[in-house]
């Protein structure tokens, strides 16, 4: 058996994570915290990667790892062209394109920090990305909207849906490429990915307008009322977008992002609270009933992952409405690090191909 080592890098908003694993064994961890000083010193998040590296070497370093026996480096991606899923290389495209992303996001340091840590180990060691945000494998049939001028999009928890997919189908004996799945990401966004063969034909762009409110971001709204509220001269662009992105959902309606907290003020009589709390249930039950049309049914699997998984309530009253679907399993939280080194040990086995950024 071959014994690979593994760098994984995963730039958050406000910390950068960074592992070694052998394989996939985790040999060190470190969940690194920013200020909001030192990130506010960048004008741009790209500005950001050589105060992260310095930072990650350093953690490196003082961890005594050895950084000239690591195999490969492999970072979260970002918002990059649309391109199928899979793990890919580093290269000089991918680079640029992250210097010019489709827009600003904190994974975009991810590729071009395991880039350059890659560089300084040697020149045959492999920098390599997987399955990004931006991650598009979505059918010609699906992106067609109302409007020729604004497509349908794929924006989603790619990474952990792959992940969390590709463990149901090992836990089940069967190969990920062979099987018809939903997976229901709910965190901080929601999205919901029709899975079939191998690849996420249809999905919600959870990134800023589309599918269930959660607890951060508004969903899909009512078209007629938004472009209402973008011209009422209440609000300026980047005030509308935050209402979509970050200020909408359940905390417009209830001043908290907090799910524990919302259940408490249920518990306690909070009846405002009860009724948006079962519309985010409501309307995520709802997407994943369309998801079931899209596979025409045959569904093998239902998959609720991501960190509201972890809240018995909420994923009881969804089962709820959705246990006539398909077998339905729950995977709470995510380990995009497992996932990344994962991934990554697979591509140096040659299980997953290695593919090239264009």
Excluded: W
């Excluded at 990130?39 to 990650?56: M, N, P, T, V, W």
């Excluded at 409007?147 to 463990?167: C, D, G, M, V, Y």
């Excluded at 762009?205 to 709204?221: K, Y």
């Excluded at 009933?289 to 309530?313: D, P, Q, R, Y």
Aim: proline share 3%.
């Amino acid at each position: 058996m071959s014994f690979y080592k593994i760098i994984v890098i995963n730039p958050g908003s406000t910390s950068t994570k960074v592992a070694v694993t052998l394989n996939t064994k985790l040999l060190f961890l470190k969940n690194i915290k920013h200020s909001l000083e030192e990130i506010s010193q960048f004008r741009k998040i790209a500005d950001q990667y050589e105060f992260r590296k310095k930072i990650i070497l350093d953690e490196l370093e003082d961890a005594d790892i050895n950084i000239s026996k690591v195999n490969a480096v492999i970072g979260r991606g970002g918002l990059l062209k649309p391109i199928e899923g899979g793990v890919y290389r580093v290269n000089e495209a991918m680079i640029r394109d992250i210097h010019n992303p489709m827009g600003e996001h904190v994974s975009n340091l991810g590729g071009i920090i395991a880039y350059e840590i890659a560089a300084m180990i040697g020149k045959d060691i492999p920098a390599f990305i997987s399955d990004p945000t931006c991650m598009d494998e979505l059918e010609d049939v699906a992106r067609i909207s109302g409007l020729p001028e604004i497509p349908r999009l794929s924006f989603l928890h790619a990474l952990n849906q792959k992940a969390t997919a590709r463990r149901f189908a090992k836990e089940n004996g069967k190969h990920y490429e062979e099987m018809n799945l939903i997976v229901v990401h709910m965190g901080g966004g929601i999205t919901v990915g029709a899975h079939k063969n191998g690849r996420i034909i249809d999905t919600n762009n959870g990134l800023n307008g589309d599918g269930p409110f959660s607890p951060e971001r508004a969903g899909g709204l009512p078209s007629g009322q938004l472009v209402e509220l973008c011209y009422s001269e209440k609000y300026t662009k980047t005030e509308v977008l935050h209402k979509l992105k970050g200020g909408g959902g359940m905390i417009a309606h209830l001043g908290t992002t907090d799910l524990i907290e919302v259940e408490d003020r249920i518990e306690k009589g909070d009846k405002k609270a009860e009724l948006i709390y079962e519309a985010m249930v409501y309307q995520t039950a709802k997407l994943i009933g369309g998801m079931s049309t899209v596979l025409k049914g045959k569904v093998e699997g239902i998959i609720l992952t991501g960190g509201i998984a972890f809240s018995e309530k909420f994923t009881t009253m969804l089962i709820e409405r959705i246990n006539h679907l398909g077998p339905i399993v729950i995977y709470p939280g995510e380990d995009e690090m497992l996932a990344l080194a994962m991934n990554c040990f697979m591509a140096l086995k040659g299980e997953l191909d290695v593919k090239e950024y264009i």
